[in-house]
């Protein structure tokens, strides 16, 4: 057996322990900035924090919770997360729904499905989209976060792929018993598709979380920043030019541990939602790729 | 109590004859109600800035809209050609695109391949957890992490390179070739777990009778790989290498944004950030349409080009 053999043996020693190198190069540089939030002032302007906190203090965060700035912008992003998802769910499991239907009970679905694909594959790009945000007189409202990004037509073919491997018996059953359309995506569809569900959820929601550029060219109001935005300019660019920010918080921004104790506040609900994150995205991945 | 019968269910044949169109509107406009939200969004939102491409062809602004800015034929198309900082950000993005396309197709196939090698399932699965997460951050944390860990002034990666190898500081993020370096490997770096979920799936499909035959046939495990494991997996490869044929002018917007500063602009400015400066920091909304116009229609041809590359090799579809 090739598993006994010693050359084997060489190999799968190499391997494990290159394997398990790899795996921590891609949690490591979250460490590093962990230990450098919760360091010292002067531990982390000397460089000498690693992978553990010196002088251990929880000072960043006070820091970072006491600029009005920072906590304006999460409560904002959890705003935004939250209704993005709410109404970009709706959008797509009612038309994920419909063009479940086979074609021939559905003649139109066809026109509908490359009505809709064509904007996946062509888009009037960023100059077009700005105006146009800007004639809707979307410019400061939370709309301009929201609806241009409401369809996700990979989303919902992916949904929509999902609901057509749904037996038709169960459909049947509930027509003979007199359900209508409504109903029948209520009781039968969604009740059964709680996976799927849950994974483009978890994959809207992060999607939200993590999306700054809008807010970057929608939002000329700072005040109305998502705190990814927020992080983008003032702490990875910091660019205080458009804020409007006392000088003590000004200085405590630039300060490098006040830096990483936002970075990971901002990387925080990822790696909160993550476990469950994790439990589903294998099965939407494969169930997005392998389809029939 | 059940709400009352669907007039789509049991409607009685219609007395007189009526026309397939009407029939059919009658029977599913349920249907197309419930699209309805996804139809006005995608016409507001996606077809119709379609429209305002027009201005690539004006010199448009703002204060005039798009009936009154003059139209200037293809002067922005020509300039876009005619500036060397244009044509140097064409290449910038051909480099860092098929740098990060060809790396990005072979890492993943490769850790795959070596991850298939460990048979604990926990360590196999505590790897893939791991692996798995930078996919998930924003590049603009990473971007904030990134430009810390490689500073020239005391980041650890430059720290690390100094005491156990005697190396003198790099300057990662303000050096041409460095920054484009670090661009493809970081941009490896977040992607190659995901990207090697697919694969897994398909080698975790493979029928285990003929791992056991190859071994009666006294196969050795590399050989196994190479003439079972591999072309197992090749369907798969393929149509995931011919769809990213679509992402030859994508060098990865948010990426680059975060992490580039005007000391690597000649080797590390991309169509996107370029685009993006000349709309909204220069404020020339033609041009900066002009030249995204240009990428869209050349991405838009090799998406047709490879869809139909992996209809035709991978039996792919979109729908």
Redesign the interface.
């Known amino acids: ?3 006994k ?1 010693t050359g ?1 043996k060489v ?2 020693l190499f ?2 322990t ?3 190198i ?6 490591l ?2 460490m ?2 962990l230990a ?1 939030s919760f360091s010292g002032k002067s531990a982390a302007t ?2 000498i924090v ?1 992978l553990w906190p010196v002088d251990f203090t929880w000072e960043s965060y006070e820091k970072t919770i006491d600029n009005p700035a920072f906590v304006r912008a999460l409560f904002y992003s959890v705003y935004r997360t939250v209704l993005g998802t709410a109404i970009g769910m ?3 499991i ?2 994920g ?3 479940s ?1 086979r074609n021939a ?4 679905r066809n026109v ?2 490359w ?3 064509f ?1 996946m ?12 945000i800007t004639e ?1 007189q979307l410019i400061n409202t939370i709309w301009a976060l929201v ?2 990004g ?2 996700s037509v990979y989303n ?2 992916l949904l ?2 999902f609901f057509r491997t749904i037996p038709a018996e169960l459909e049947e059953a509930a ?1 003979i ?7 029948i995506l209520f009781s039968v569809h969604l009740p059964v598709s709680t996976p799927a569900l849950a994974t483009i959820t978890l994959f809207t929601l ?1 999607g939200h ?5 809008d807010g970057l ?1 929608y939002m000329m109001d700072t005040k109305k920043y998502p705190l ?1 935005t927020f ?2 300019t003032v ?2 660019q910091q660019d205080f030019s458009k804020m409007s920010i006392n000088p003590e918080d000004m200085e405590n921004l630039s300060q ?1 541990t006040v ?2 104790a936002q ?1 990971f506040i ?2 925080l609900p ?2 909160l939602v ?1 476990p469950f ?2 439990k589903y ?2 099965k939407g ?2 169930l997005g ?3 029939e | 109590m ?5 007039p ?2 049991v409607q009685p044949a219609a007395l007189k004859p009526e026309s397939n169109w009407r029939r ?1 509107i009658r029977k ?1 406009w ?3 109600l ?2 309805l ?3 006005l ?2 016409i ?10 027009v ?1 690539a062809f004006q010199d448009y602004k ?1 204060w005039l809209g798009f009936f009154r800015s003059e139209w200037v034929g293809l002067k922005h198309f020509e300039s876009l050609f005619l500036f060397d900082e244009s044509v140097q950000v064409i290449w910038n993005t051909l480099i860092i695109s098929v740098l990060k396309i060809v790396c990005g197709l072979l890492v993943p196939i490769a ?1 795959a391949l ?2 298939n ?3 604990k399932t926990g ?1 196999k699965r ?2 893939q ?6 996919h ?3 590049w ?10 490689l500073s020239v ?2 980041g ?1 990666v430059n ?1 690390m390179l100094t005491d156990w190898f005697g190396i003198q500081p790099i300057f990662f993020l303000g050096d041409g070739d460095w920054f484009r370096f670090v661009v493809v490997v970081s941009d490896i ?1 977040k992607e190659f ?2 990207a090697m ?2 694969y897994l ?1 398909a080698i975790a499909g493979v029928n285990p009778s003929l791992y056991e035959a190859a ?1 009666v046939d006294g196969a ?2 590399l050989q ?1 790989t190479i003439n079972v494991t591999l072309p197992a997996m090749l369907p ?1 490869i393929v ?1 995931v290498a011919t769809l990213q044929l679509g992402n030859v002018l994508n060098a990865g ?2 990426q680059i ?2 992490l580039y500063n005007p000391l690597v602009y000649n080797k590390g400015d991309v169509i ?1 950030t370029f ?2 400066r000349s ?2 920091l220069k404020g020339d ?1 033609s041009f ?2 002009a030249v ?2 240009f ?2 229609i050349i991405s ?1 041809a090799l ?2 080009v490879s869809y139909r590359l992996a209809y035709r090799f991978g039996n792919y ?3």
């Open positions: 057996m090739y598993h053999s084997y190999f799968s391997n494990h290159f394997l398990i790899l795996s921590l190069l891609c949690i540089p979250l590093h900035v450098v000397a460089n690693n709706a959008v797509i009612f038309a729904y419909a063009l239907k009970a559905f003649k139109s509908y499905m009505f809709f694909v904007t594959l062509f888009s009037g790009g960023l100059v077009p989209g700005y105006i146009l809707l609806l241009p409401a369809l919902m073919i929509m792929n027509l018993d007199g359900a209508g359309l409504f109903r992060v979380w993590n999306s700054w550029f060219i990814a992080l983008q702490v990875v490098r830096k990483a970075i901002g990387a990822i790696l993550y994150l994790q995205f294998v991945i494969v790729a392998v389809k | 059940e709400s009352g019968p669907q789509s269910v059919g599913t349920p249907l197309h419930l699209i939200p996804a139809t969004i995608a507001i939102f996606n077809y119709l800035p379609i429209f305002g491409l201005m703002p850790i070596l991850l090698e460990i048979r360590i505590g790897i957890t791991l692996v798995y997460l930078p998930f951050l924003s603009v944390i990473l971007g904030g992490i990134l430009i810390d860990l002034k005391g650890i720290r770096w777990g995901f979920i697919i799936a071994e050795t495990r196994q798969i149509v917007f948010d944004f975060n996107d685009v993006y709309a909204m909304f900066a349409t995204g116009l990428k869209s838009f998406i047709i579809r979109i729908f």
